[in-house]
């Protein structure tokens, strides 16, 4: 096994500055994910922007999660790691895995041996 994380991102719960709500290393975090895997695509663009996200959204893979989304593709969701890539996980508002379908990807994440870590910030 690599040294990939799978990241869980908390996000603003409310519109304010960032300085706030999220901390610094937090933002620092985002710039060593190329790989998201969030609840709504516009909102996660939006968070990024702020949070002052260096890379070209071209250049990055968005895996969307809602419960629209199959379990075979969630297993594929994770597939990053396995070639040294962290992943972020964000929710549309507050912690991962808090009243939306995150815990599914963490579940899994621990199941396949995969490191999980939860940061500080925001929760609804």
């Known amino acids: 096994m ?7 991102f908390p996000t603003p ?14 933002l620092e975090l985002l ?3 190329d790989f998201f895997i969030v609840e709504d695509l516009r909102s996660a663009r939006r968070f990024l922007k702020k949070a ?11 895996y969307t999660l809602n419960e629209h989304t199959k379990i075979e ?9 396995y070639k040294g890539k962290n992943i972020g996980l964000m ?11 995150g815990q599914m990807v963490v579940s899994m994440a621990q199941n396949k041996g995969i490191k999980v870590i ?3 910030g925001a929760s609804s």
């Open 52 to 62: 002052g996200y260096k890379k070209d959204f071209e250049e990055v893979e968005f």
């Open 2 to 8: 690599n040294n990939a994380v799978l990241y869980l």
């Open 91 to 101: 929710s549309e508002a507050g912690l991962p895995c808090i009243a939306d379908p």
């Open 31 to 33: 710039n060593q994910c």
């Open 118 to 120: 939860p940061l500080v």
């Open 73 to 81: 593709e969630i297993e594929n969701y994770l597939d990053p790691i």
């Open 13 to 26: 719960i409310a519109d304010n500055d960032l300085k706030y709500s999220i901390p610094e290393v937090n």
